[in-house]
């Protein structure tokens, strides 16, 4: 019964949103160029501006099937990362008890977000909106106005759309890492809708919607804010405000199977080429590079984390050096249209360094349990990453590929203001959203017994491993 309340609470406030969104949204857009600003949408980056294709002569726009293909194929490549790669990186580092529970979340997450964004979330995050910048309009819920010969530029929209959902999935699929082995299902349905309307489709429109962060010049190429930025800051304030598992810090058990996080990792490793290259929206030298920089960073961090935990601990851990390549990955995502391959080694060793040293400083110096490191490796990178790019998307002598400031510390000003931004709304939103869904539910976290039994059973009635 609480859950049906529940959700009868959530379709009201849904209803309550529309109809508020649809005051600030500006009236009668046209639906056949609503599409936004693609990732990395700045005249400083070196990827396309996001408009239609046409024939000097005709003006007609022309599908490109080079582009569509490579486009299909990106989207594709960012789905594998949530399912099954970051279903399997996270499944691995929890208990045997936890793991199937673990690999719903991830599952459920991608099907609320994939209905979500056609709804209400692609209209919201991507097309012109309000003239202060702070939301996109109405006018294309449930994807009004898109036909099969709807173009992005010079690829079908309906592929754009597909792509920018993927986003959609995995930000909010993050943030499971840190609430792992203690937390209702239900709160988890509740909080993963209300964040994304609250936090992700605002911020979206804010960098890559054409808003008022797009339009005072912040660089975020795939996703530094976006998505890392935005999960890091909301895992923080979820794990504080659930508390810390049984056995924090002293007695946790190892992840249950290494092995399991390492096959995750090796495929968010390939999809992020699909993250990064892909939001050149073309197959182009952009994406060539964003490729090459991304896998530079990636290489780099896991090697440097490896070997920091090797001098830390006397063993180089096969968990540890692929948490590195995640670091890695996270921090060259908002700089990778804009770097070369010097910067991107660089981009990677510092994501090490940092990233590690993170990890602790939350679990050992803050006391909060943030189980997978989803703030440190993601949050603190993807903002690392998102300063960093000032500077070595500036420099020469790192392979930078130029931007339109005329030095690195005015470009540095905007990007922490964007970082900024994006932590404030994470921070407040996930406040309330949990303050408001404990009030329905009862509270979020599972009772003792059933932290104590394990979420696979409790939760879901399954088991992970069965030994005949």
């Not at 649809?22 to 396309?48: C, H, M, R, Y």
Request: hydrophobic fraction near 50%.
């Amino acid at each position: 019964m609480k859950i049906k309340f529940s959700l009868s609470i959530l379709i009201a406030c849904l209803s309550f949103q529309f109809g508020s969104l649809n005051g600030i949204a500006q009236d009668n857009v046209d639906n056949t160029t609503s599409s936004a600003a693609k990732e990395g949408n700045n005249e400083n980056l070196i990827s396309p501006p996001l408009q239609s294709t046409a024939t000097p002569d005709e003006g007609i726009a022309v599908l490109d099937s080079g582009n569509t293909a490579w486009m299909i194929t990106a989207t594709a490549l960012v789905l594998f990362m949530t399912l099954p790669g970051l279903a399997l990186f996270y499944g691995g580092l929890v208990q045997s008890k936890n793991v199937l529970s673990v690999l719903m979340h991830c599952v459920t997450i991608a099907c609320i977000a994939s209905l979500l964004w056609v709804a209400i979330g692609y209209s919201l995050s991507l097309t012109p909106g309000s003239e202060e910048g702070w939301i996109g309009g109405t006018d294309a819920f449930f994807l009004k106005g898109l036909s099969i010969d709807s173009l992005n530029g010079d690829f079908p929209e309906s592929v754009w759309i597909m792509f920018q959902m993927t986003f959609a999935i995995i930000t909010p699929g993050l943030i499971v890492g840190a609430f792992v082995e203690r937390i209702k299902f239900s709160a988890v349905i509740l909080f993963s809708t209300l964040w994304l309307i609250a936090v992700y489709f605002p911020v979206c429109y804010w960098v890559w919607g054409g808003g008022w962060l797009a339009q005072a010049g912040v660089i975020d190429f795939a996703g530094g804010i976006v998505v890392h930025a935005t999960a890091g800051a909301s895992a923080l304030t979820i794990a504080w405000m659930l508390g810390r598992r049984h056995g924090f810090p002293r007695s946790l058990r190892p992840p249950h199977n290494p092995g399991m996080v390492m096959i995750g990792a090796a495929m968010l490793w390939v999809g992020w080429f699909g993250f990064n290259a892909g939001s050149a929206a073309a197959a182009d030298k952009s994406a060539g590079m964003a490729m090459l920089v991304t896998h530079l960073s990636a290489a780099t961090a896991s090697l440097v984390w490896m070997f920091i935990e090797w001098k830390k601990t006397g063993k180089p851990g096969l968990v540890g050096i692929v948490t590195g390549t995640i670091a890695g990955l996270a921090t060259i995502t908002p700089a990778s249209g804009s770097v070369g391959p010097l910067g991107a080694i660089v981009i990677g060793a510092c994501a090490a360094i940092v990233c590690y040293f993170a990890c602790g400083f939350i679990k050992d110096k803050l006391g909060i349990d943030d189980s997978l490191d989803v703030a440190a490796v993601h949050g603190v990178g993807g903002i690392l990453g998102t300063l960093m790019v000032a500077y070595f998307g500036y420099s020469e002598l790192f392979g930078g590929l130029g931007i339109n400031l005329d030095s690195p510390k005015e470009q540095f000003a905007i990007q922490a203001q964007g970082c900024l931004a994006a932590i404030v709304l994470s921070v407040a939103a996930t406040f309330i959203i949990v303050k408001v869904i404990s009030g329905l539910l009862g509270g979020i976290r599972v009772s003792d017994e059933e932290e104590t039994m394990g979420l696979d059973q409790s939760s879901h009635g399954e088991n992970g491993y069965t030994l005949n």
